[in-house]
């Protein structure tokens, strides 16, 4: 099903051919195009963490997960590109996850912009965000803007679903489409339909959404989306929200959201939607403002709010208060802050305080950052009433094309004893442009 997707892929060798396709791009595309715009982005991350969990048990890791993106915009000098993303991971010690090597390709596919912006084309694999629909696609898609406003979009193919789960049942096919009006910068709103055929409880998974956003006057804006799910016969989710920004130094942001698990998780592919972690009979409401007042120029003060409401007694409702505050200096670069927030719930084992700090400073090419928090609980879970993470951070710029940076992590929870990480980072991005007539 379509939510929650890619979880982990079976355990394809993809690191090789992701470090392969990255020595590789630099010779293929001055080949396959006399005229594009490049671009090349890898991330290779190494992780190591030792791991004690409550009754005894330790284990250690060190993962090596490498992230590769590539474009090429301007195929042959017309509004033609290739986007590609795809990630690796080889454990060099005890397996982090499903096995000891895992990956997946994210995306691989062919975009045509047109030049006035009014239309747009997919073919290959690609995640889609259109209405209803937030899903990854093996297919085609397109959508066309009339000069009134009116437009139209749709799509079509195979949905690329994964799970940890042996014989998770998966869609067959996908397609929907949208149609909606639009006026840059005062309104929008569409009308969807999204249907995947499968093996899924008996019935194909049908979607019916609306959405809209409105600029009513200067300073206020109001949102909305709602999806229908006519498979299991209910709203699967709704968000309706206002923005009021009085002045560029006030932002205020209130809304309602609801949830129902049944309809949202038709079916679960993952174990964290399956009972008895959640309860797929259960609903959720959600009531939150949130306010941003830039007091001084740099120093903000954040005030938020929320209430949490479940159908079900078990976990119960909740309430949360937070304030912080944050001031940025060093042409903004870097910031400082503080924050605190209480939780009150019906349950005690969900009632806590929460303190957070966090700085970060940038002389030159080096960049230096520092977040610790900390949560104490109404009473004790698994035999502990605090929790403490501790997260420091170093990095320099070598070139601007490549930066290095380290992490080391501290935590002590009632879920872990003690748990120390440390993380190694390279990122590379390349770009270039080739040749030819454009």
Known sequence: MGRPTAVVSPGTRMLPALVAITLLL??????????????LSSKTYLRYYERELTGGNKNKFAPLYEYLSADAANLGGVPLAFHFYGWGRVDLSDPSGSGKESGDLGSAYLEYLHPQGNAQAKLGRFFLAEGAAVETLDGAYFKVTTPVGVGVSGYGG???????????????SLYGGRVFFVRP????????????????????????????????AGPVELSGQATYNRSTGGIATQRYAVRIVPGSRFDISAGYEEYSYK???????????????????????????????EVVSGLTLEV??????????????????EIGGRYSFNDKKDVVGVSAAAVAADRDENEYSEFRGFATYSPGMLRL???????????EISGKKNAYQVVASAGYKVRPYLSVSGDLTYTQSPMLKEDYAGLLRATLDLGMTTGGTK
């Open 158 to 172: 195979s949905p690329v679903e994964q799970s940890i789960l042996d014989g998770t049942s998966k869609g067959d």
């Open 26 to 39: 630099p010779l293929l595309f001055p080949a396959a195009a006399r005229a594009a715009d490049l671009s």
């Open 369 to 379: 950052t520092l977040d610790a928090m900390t949560q104490q609980y109404k009473q």
């Open 263 to 293: 309809d949202l998780f038709q079916t679960s592919l993952h174990p964290a939607f399956l009972s008895p972690s959640v309860d797929n009979a259960d609903k959720v409401q959600t009531v939150f403002v949130v306010v941003d007042w």
């Open 185 to 216: 910068g005062f309104v929008e709103m569409g009308a969807s339909y999204l249907k995947e055929k499968g093996p899924f409880q008996g019935e194909d998974r049908e979607l019916f959404g609306g959405d809209l956003w409105l600029r009513v």
């Open 304 to 321: 938020a709010a929320k209430n949490l409401k479940h159908d079900k007694s078990d976990p119960g409702d909740a309430n949360r208060g």
